[in-house]
């Protein structure tokens, strides 16, 4: 019988500024229903990235003009809650905050889901670090609609190294959780997207193989189907 989960691969972009955003905008659109933005506020990730203008300063900014895209954005930032704001005003399908920035405070963390779905964010997703426990998730889960599994030691910067041993990471999250979605995102290609789907992951966040790849569309169509063939 096949598997009846569905496979989301979403390209990612770090943009250093506008100009950033909207090339990979245009190159992901005839791809993929939807951009990941990765945001960095130089404190929680390093380099801080746009909108930041400084280490934890947020700069003035408007999307706006971007009304046509879909998009979400992986917020790696101490504190979230304002920036995601900012995001979801200018369009953000989902949002993903980190539970290390989150970190023990349940009720900040209804509070700003809450606020978050008012301004009408579709999906809130929570991050966790390669090397936090997942046990950290547990309080926070119910505000959450899927989790976001990091699987490179080191956030910030595309081009990191794909870590073998998220694997079973994501295998005990799947067989703990086997009906909230599973999304991983860091060094994720062609070549381990399969054992990554047979763990329990459908969601993906595809940063240099797929923007960095000569051909875009053609890595997008192999990275897909490499992840769909999983599922049979």
Not at 25 to 50: E, Y
Not at 71 to 100: C, N, P, Q, W
Not at 208 to 231: C, G, Q, V
């Given at each position: 019988?096949?598997?009846?989960?569905?496979?989301?691969?979403?390209?990612?972009?770090?943009?250093r500024?506008?100009?950033?955003?909207c090339?990979?905008i245009?190159?992901?659109?005839?791809?993929?229903?939807?951009?990941h933005?990765?945001?960095?506020?130089?404190?929680f990730?390093?380099?801080?990235?746009?909108?930041?203008?400084?280490?934890?300063?947020?700069?003035?900014?408007?999307?706006?003009?971007?009304n046509?895209?879909?998009?979400?954005?992986?917020?790696?930032v101490?504190?979230?809650?304002e920036?995601?704001?900012?995001?979801?005003?200018?369009?953000?399908?989902?949002?993903?905050?980190?539970?290390?920035?989150?970190?023990?405070?349940?009720?900040?963390?209804?509070?700003m889901?809450?606020?978050w779905r008012?301004l009408?964010?579709?999906?809130?997703?929570?991050?966790?670090?390669?090397?936090?426990p997942?046990?950290?998730?547990?309080?926070?889960?119910?505000?959450?609609?899927?989790?976001?599994?990091?699987?490179?030691a080191?956030?910030?910067?595309q081009?990191?190294?794909?870590?073998?041993?998220?694997?079973?990471?994501?295998?005990?999250?799947?067989?703990?959780?086997?009906?909230?979605?599973?999304?991983?995102?860091g060094?994720?290609?062609?070549?381990?997207?399969?054992?990554?789907?047979?763990?329990?992951?459908?969601?993906?966040?595809?940063?240099?193989?797929?923007?960095?790849?000569?051909?875009?569309a053609?890595?997008?169509t192999?990275?897909?189907?490499?992840?769909?063939?999983?599922l049979?």
């Amino acid at each position: 019988m096949n598997d009846e989960r569905h496979i989301e691969i979403d390209p990612t972009c770090v943009p250093r500024g506008i100009d950033d955003l909207c090339a990979a905008i245009a190159t992901s659109k005839s791809l993929s229903a939807s951009l990941h933005i990765d945001v960095n506020d130089g404190l929680f990730a390093r380099p801080f990235t746009w909108p930041y203008v400084e280490k934890g300063m947020v700069g003035e900014f408007d999307i706006s003009f971007l009304n046509d895209a879909i998009f979400g954005t992986h917020l790696m930032v101490s504190d979230a809650r304002e920036v995601g704001e900012f995001f979801i005003k200018a369009g953000a399908r989902s949002v993903i905050v980190h539970v290390e920035s989150v970190g023990s405070d349940v009720d900040a963390a209804h509070a700003m889901c809450d606020a978050w779905r008012v301004l009408g964010v579709r999906e809130i997703g929570l991050a966790i670090l390669l090397d936090t426990p997942t046990e950290d998730l547990n309080s926070l889960l119910p505000f959450f609609d899927f989790v976001h599994q990091m699987t490179i030691a080191t956030i910030g910067a595309q081009g990191a190294a794909f870590e073998p041993r998220s694997i079973d990471r994501i295998r005990d999250l799947h067989t703990r959780l086997p009906d909230f979605p599973i999304a991983v995102d860091g060094g994720v290609s062609a070549t381990n997207i399969a054992s990554l789907v047979q763990a329990g992951a459908t969601r993906f966040s595809v940063g240099s193989a797929i923007m960095r790849a000569p051909d875009p569309a053609l890595a997008y169509t192999d990275i897909k189907s490499t992840a769909e063939n999983a599922l049979q």
